[in-house]
């Protein structure tokens, strides 16, 4: 079983920072790890992945913004925010996939940019 915590979201201001980590425990590999974001009102979306091999994709809306990292041995993802937008407030989820393609989520994280 995988359980994955995010934390660091929270308030703040537009143009603003900030930066979640995703914690997967458990003895398994993942293949892949990403944030996906939901407003209210609208559906889950895809921000980052970053799967094994070093390569990253991004949301058009977030590309120059927002940075994707991950350790790999330690199955941590981090997800840099800058200059953040109120369209960007949304619970943002961690997700993990293991190498048979099982889907595992996180209980997600408030980010609200407001002044």
């Known amino acids: 079983q995988v359980q994955l915590v995010e934390s660091g979201g929270g308030l703040v201001q537009p143009g603003g920072s900030l930066r979640l980590s995703c914690v997967a425990s458990?003895?398994?590999?993942?293949?892949?790890m990403g944030w996906y974001r939901q407003a209210p009102g609208k559906q889950r979306e895809l921000v980052a992945v970053a799967p094994s091999g070093g390569w990253t994709n991004y949301a058009d809306s977030v590309k120059g913004r927002f940075t994707v990292s991950r350790e790999n041995g330690e199955n941590l993802l981090y997800l840099q925010m800058n200059s953040l937008k109120p369209e960007d407030t949304a619970v943002y989820y961690c997700?993990?996939?293991?190498?048979?393609?099982?889907?595992?989520w996180g209980q997600g994280t408030q980010v609200t940019v407001s002044s």
């Open positions: 997700k993990g996939v293991t190498y048979n393609a099982l889907e595992y």
């Open positions: 458990g003895r398994i590999a993942l293949y892949a």
